[in-house]
């Protein structure tokens, strides 16, 4: 079975950056669809972005231009490089992937906590 987990996540001031990774384990990420996503207290969980098995990327309107998702395929690691972060991205942040060949996320991660003040 595919295990993932996340680390990276911290405070920090507005403006600053953040990079979050995901290890996984079980399969190897060329192999995966997967993606990061973020929930806030009192809000529903948000896609913020996705990276296919093809490598094609695709980001959520509230952060592009300012995240980056990619895959460390050496490390077998989903990474996402966060850059000028906002108050608003304050949440807390999941890894997923899908083992259907496709990009029905079903396997998350135990989330890592982003504070931007």
């Known amino acids: 079975d595919v295990q993932l987990v996340e680390s990276g996540g911290g405070s920090v001031q507005a403006g600053g950056s953040l990079r979050l990774s995901c290890g996984v384990s079980?399969?190897?990420?060329?192999?995966?669809?997967m993606g990061w996503f973020r929930q806030a207290p009192g809000k529903e969980r948000e896609e913020v972005a996705r990276?296919?098995?093809?490598?094609?990327?695709r980001h959520a309107d509230s952060v592009k231009g300012r995240f980056t998702i990619s895959k460390d395929y050496a490390k077998n690691t989903l990474l996402i490089q966060m850059n000028s972060l906002k108050p608003e991205d304050t949440a807390m942040y999941y890894c997923?992937?899908?083992?259907?060949?496709?990009?029905?996320?079903?396997?998350w991660g135990q989330g890592t906590q982003v504070t931007v003040s």
């Open positions: 997923a992937t899908a083992t259907d060949g496709g990009c029905r996320f079903g396997v």
């Open positions: 990276i296919y098995r093809s490598g094609m990327t």
């Open positions: 079980g399969y190897t990420i060329s192999m995966l669809c």
